[in-house]
């Protein structure tokens, strides 16, 4: 027979122990490296360690939607302010319905926090409607003789829903102050919207919107009850107040005609009135904060499906035949004008907003328009502010029962175990590493944060990772009652063992994954924990734990069973080999005569 190879020994790795505890090292030494060169040495915590804000939403109904709040919009509105959020970076938001008209959103504190506060209410219902006339708006001033007819004062920018050169530009802009266009008279007001709302669906062009002098200024009035109420509206509309800014242009339908505000100077207003929306934010693909590259200026440039596209042509279409103010569409977002680009040519496939944006508001209005409008209304009922002291009350608690579970953990293994404990401890020690460090790096990686149930995830690993170590332990104590020295007694305890530690390791893991798929919210904190410490107690167990135990069985502290080494023959009630006890009754048999 060939001599078996020198150097080569029994399974589970008995002559190269070394190998393994380099490589769990070596990984321990780079996960804390990159813990401390990413500067993120310490976990993200959640809003109820952290602090945050917690707000309640209640849906308000829509006029001619009786039936809107039902458990499907609601529902929607969920997962569209989850991926608004989410969108922003912002993890561990809460977002959950609340009986039949109630939506709790749980922002943490942290970054793009209060980013997100701001669009979580935002409907964000957008529709692009044709103008039909445009005036500045402020207070009230008398009407200079000759007062002029209310002209366009958008803010025509380059690009691609817009063809505009710098000298329309500027006038628009001069236009846009209330020096420059003072507040027309409430009969030239509704002359104008009189004559805007007769030649809004005529795509031939329009000389002007300024009615003709033979017109009288009572005649649409009584012609048309609507237009009489939209005259009404628009001559008191003053939008540098804010309730008036905030009421003009909601809860509208899309049908209708419409009075809106804008603003395209900052400390200045527009306001406008509009005919019904032709395009809609759902025909929008998807939208994203840009800069313009001809202006410099932030923009949010849209793509539009394809049924949208074809829309948009048709509109554009007939509005660039149009002259100012009734060549220029608004861009209307929760009833305020963001934009009221003019229209020189058809265009179909792309548009962009162009307004008063900086990259922040860019950014924001692309993020809401690419996840959609939320298909009810809300109004914010309370916020409440969640304090950093209250979390951190809340996680001394939780450290203390963690602290007092781990005392009695280690006290019963040192009174039971003896030198094994040792082993035990420095394994629970490697545990308690790694899963401090990976917890820290995955929190700027894919925004894990830490919350209460988490906590409560990672003191209960300790239990199970314990167990894992009493099973190899009991295993190699066997081993040892029945007759074995100690140094082939934990190679054969190893197998049976890792059976018994994979399969409780699987069992566990599974609980976990389940847990985390079918809950939301804090609850999937503790699974992501509990599966995570889990798969750490195989790589511990096997890269550790066992390579170690290799090592101490060569040692002549644990090799002599001695009585505190706690693999002590005699205090396990070790039996003789059978082999030995078959001879020994052999031989005491009387001889037959």
Known sequence: MAAPKKGRGPSGGQGRPGRALVIILIAVVALAGGMFLSGHTTPRLGIDLAGGTSITLKAKNQPGKPNAINPTNMDTAVGIIERRVNGLGV?????????????????PKGTNSEQAREQV??????????????????????APSGSPTPSGSATPKPGESAAS??????????????????????????????????????????????????????????ADPATAKLQEEFAKLNCADPEQRAAAGKDALPTDSIVACGSNV?????????????????????????????????????????????????????????????????????????????????????????????????????????????????EEVSVTTVTAALGSEQLKGGLIAGGIGLALVVIYLVAYYRGLAFIALLSLLVSGILTYTIMSLLGPAIGFALN????????????????????????????????RTLRPAIERAWPRARR??????????????????????????????????????????FFFTKPLMTLMGRTKFFSRGGSWSGL??????????????????????PKEA
Do not use: H
């Open 91 to 107: 993890s561990e938001a809460e977002v959950q319905t609340q009986g039949s008209d109630n939506i709790i959103v749980n922002i």
């Open 121 to 142: 209410g935002t409907t964000a219902q957008l529709y692009f409607r044709p103008v039909l006339t445009v005036a500045a708006s402020g207070p009230e001033q008398p």
């Open 165 to 222: 050169d710098d000298k329309d530009k500027d006038k628009g802009e001069e236009a846009t102050g209330e020096e420059a266009t003072p507040s027309p008279s409430a009969t030239t007001q509704g002359r104008a919207v009189s004559e805007g709302l007769k030649k809004a669906p005529t795509p031939t062009p329009t000389n002007s919107a300024e009615p003709k002098p033979s017109d009288s200024p009572e005649a649409s009035p009584s």
């Open 266 to 378: 900052p400390g200045s207003y527009e306001k406008y009135v509009l005919g019904p929306a032709e395009v809609s934010g759902g025909d929008v693909d998807d939208a994203q904060g840009a800069i313009d590259q001809q202006t410099g200026e932030w923009i949010v440039s849209m793509e539009f499906s394809s049924a949208g596209a074809k829309k948009f042509q048709t509109i554009t279409s007939r509005l660039s035949q149009q002259q100012p103010p009734m060549n220029q569409f608004a861009i209307v977002l929760d009833g305020e004008v963001v934009s009221a680009p003019s229209v020189r040519t058809a265009l179909s496939k792309n548009a962009q907003i162009s307004g008063s944006f900086n990259q922040q508001s860019a950014e924001d209005l692309g993020n809401i328009l690419s996840y959609g409008a939320l298909p009810l209304t809300f």
């Open 452 to 483: 209460l149930p988490a906590v409560c995830g990672a003191i209960v690993a300790i239990g199970i990772t314990a167990d894992s170590f009493i099973v190899y332990f009991e295993r190699v104590r066997d081993e040892i009652r029945e007759g």
């Open 500 to 541: 018994t530690i994979l399969v409780s390791d699987f069992v566990s893991f599974l609980a976990a994954a389940v847990l985390f798929l079918v809950t939301v919210g804090k609850v999937q904190g503790f699974a992501f924990t509990l599966g995570l410490t889990t798969l750490l107690d195989v790589v511990v167990v």
């Open 568 to 589: 002590d023959p005699k205090r396990l009630g070790a039996q003789p080999p059978l082999r030995r006890s078959r001879r020994v009754s052999a031989s005491t048999e």
